[in-house]
């Protein structure tokens, strides 16, 4: 009964009436009420400053949600001194230190976690599935936002029902919200659940000055160009009589060359083998063509037993299987660009987004693709097989039975190459989505080095024009 009342001494503002239950009980301020929030997380929640203030000294050892909603630093700075397991650990209401610091505007926290190493794209773990970012935006804290935009935060990030960040700054007319997602890449036109783009939302809530800025960003949207991006000249020689280029500039020893692919704007560059190739490629495609989707066209070593030569993946995830940390003889993969330390997270992989995919499945749907002759499948002429799913990249070429196994028993993967995740790395920077194809020039086995140079034109011949016909959609 006497939480009862403070609770509701705590929601009333009734600073005096709490402090004295409180101060009555000191015990209370740790118990919990209902969705597992304390008395100090519920005048945080119905923005109760006055009671904050009045509570604190009774209960100065803050637990680390609790010092991160209300912007003590140096608290959640000395709770992680003492255990930096705490960093992305969820209240029982299901959010994280920086979600909670990031909804209340504490931005001093919010900079301390991240320089902890708090994960800018970790979404609560209840059923709204929020984001730090869309906590941000929600508060309408633009100081906030851009400290997570710049530690990596996806500007398209969904919540619940596919409710992004942008939405919720539409929604608010909140113009330096607005432009600050836009210039980190933040999708105009990315639609939730019900259809609903940030310029409906703009739209709905009477905010003229956020409609015009949309629409000026959804014209400009129209204009970048699809990059498209092979690794050897027998992948992108098969775009050849589809392209008419218009111009074409050297930087870092890399061709770039600009023109119209089957109608669309576009930029076709060969990068070479390696993911530093790739991801210096992705990078000048991003940064100096303003490129708005990357589109990867190539082939690849087969490690599925399912499947076989000529068979072509489409990445729904990409993964860099040598990244991470040699333990007892083995690399324990870790997400690039994370410490690859035990009890630091472990989480890896670069997801496709999931409206391209969708659009990507409506337009493969029922391709015919070419058949394979005779020679590549040992027996008769076959039509390949068109599959979805992960997708490894490291720098080495697979040329070994037990390596092959191994990748596949470890990842669950359906193929093996040297470039893609390292370009949705940086398409992940950059918050533009990716689209990688690949078709099975070899089996990644023994007999790769022999099958490799067999195959590998008709290979990225069928990769060609399944990205041929992807231009369209993207």
């Known amino acids: 009964m ?32 209902p969705q597992g929030v304390t008395p100090f997380m519920l005048a945080a929640y119905h923005g109760q400053a006055t009671v904050l203030e009045a509570l604190l000294p009774v209960k100065p050892d803050l637990d ?61 773990a209840n059923a709204m599935a929020v984001h730090p970012l869309h906590s941000a935006a929600a508060g309408r804290h633009v100081t906030v936002a851009r400290l997570l935009l710049m530690h990596g935060a996806d500007p398209d990030a969904r919540q619940h029902k596919g409710y992004t960040a942008l939405m919720s700054a539409a929604q608010h007319g909140d113009l ?14 990315l639609a939730d659940e019900a259809g609903r783009a940030p310029l409906d939302y703009a739209r709905q809530g009477g905010h003229a000055d956020a409609v015009a800025l949309l629409e000026a960003a959804l014209a400009a949207e129209t204009d970048r160009p699809i990059g498209v991006i092979c ?8 775009f050849g009589a589809h392209f008419q280029e218009t111009e074409a500039n050297t930087i870092a020893g890399f061709a770039f060359r600009r023109g119209r692919l089957d109608g669309k704007d576009a930029v076709v560059v060969e ?5 530093v190739n790739a991801a210096t490629v992705a990078t000048l495609l991003l940064d100096r063509f303003g490129c708005r989707v990357l589109l990867f066209s190539g082939v690849a070593g087969g490690i599925d037993p399912r499947l076989g030569v000529g068979d072509v993946v489409v990445a729904d995830r990409l993964v860099q299987h040598d990244y991470g940390a040699v333990f007892q003889g083995q690399v324990k993969t870790y997400q690039p660009g994370n410490y690859p330390m035990p009890g630091l997270p472990e989480d ?39 599959v979805y799913g992960t997708i490894l990249t490291g720098d080495q070429y697979v040329n070994c039975d037990d390596t092959r196994d191994r990748l596949f028993t470890r990842f ?28 099975l020039s070899d089996l990644a086995g023994h007999d790769s080095h022999m099958d490799f140079p067999t195959f590998v ?18």
């Open 64 to 124: 680390i949600h609790e010092a991160a909603a209300t912007g003590r630093v140096d608290r959640v700075t000395a709770l992680l001194d003492a255990d930096p397991a705490l960093i992305d650990t969820t209240a029982p209401d299901g959010f994280t230190p920086l979600g909670l610091a990031s909804f209340f505007g504490r931005a001093g926290v919010v900079d301390r976690l991240l320089a902890r190493g708090a994960d800018a794209n970790r979404p609560s």
């Open 2 to 33: 006497s939480l009862d009342a403070l609770l509701t001494a705590v929601r009333e503002g009734n600073a005096a009436g709490a402090l004295r239950l409180a101060l009555d009980d000191p015990g209370l301020l740790s118990q919990r009420g």
């Open 412 to 439: 669950d993967a359906r193929a093996v190459e040297m470039e893609g995740a390292a370009i949705a790395q940086v398409a992940a920077r950059y918050g533009v989505p990716w689209v990688v194809v690949r078709a």
């Open 348 to 386: 890896h992989g670069y997801p496709m987004d999931q409206n391209l995919l969708a659009a990507v499945r409506d337009a493969l749907d029922g391709m015919d693709l070419p058949p394979m002759p005779a020679a590549a499948t040992g027996g008769e002429a076959r039509r390949p097989r068109l």
């Open 231 to 238: 690794a050897i000249p027998e992948e992108i020689a098969h």
């Open 176 to 189: 330096d919200l607005i432009a600050l997602l836009l210039d980190y890449g933040a999708t105009p036109d």
């Open 271 to 275: 990068t070479g083998i390696g993911k």
């Open 457 to 474: 034109h008709v290979a990225a011949e069928t990769a060609a024009r399944i990205v041929r016909r992807l231009v369209a959609v993207v």
